[in-house]
């Protein structure tokens, strides 16, 4: 699992309504990385916990994750990501349960 923010959010607090989050140093600020770097970590960590308009937009264009599953909250984004993969045995048996869920 990997906790990524926009920078310029680490030790603020965001509100919308009842709603109210506070982006931890401890939580979000354990190593600052460039762009690049969040991008590959985003590529190879199967769980991830966004925040920020920036990292979150692109996450989006890069395509790993939807735009519909962004929230936003007082004008921060926000976007949790979870990645199945199946293994070549998982994938043929789906596909001979489906087969014989057709006849």
């Known amino acids: 699992m990997a906790n990524i923010c926009d920078a ?5 607090t965001i509100s919308e309504g009842n709603l109210v989050i ?3 140093p401890d939580y979000f600020g354990e190593e600052v990385v460039d762009l690049d770097e969040a991008l590959k970590i985003v590529e190879e960590t199967p ?7 920036n990292i979150v937009s ?3 264009e890069a395509k790993y994750a939807s735009p ?10 926000f976007l949790m990501v979870f990645k199945f993969t199946h293994t070549k045995a998982q994938v043929k048996k789906r596909r001979r349960s489906a087969k014989h869920k057709e006849h």
């Open 22 to 24: 506070h982006i931890s």
């Open 58 to 60: 692109k996450v989006i």
């Open 8 to 12: 310029d959010l680490l030790n603020k």
């Open 68 to 77: 519909r599953a962004v929230r936003e909250i007082g004008c921060v984004k």
């Open 47 to 53: 769980i991830l916990n966004l925040a920020g308009n």
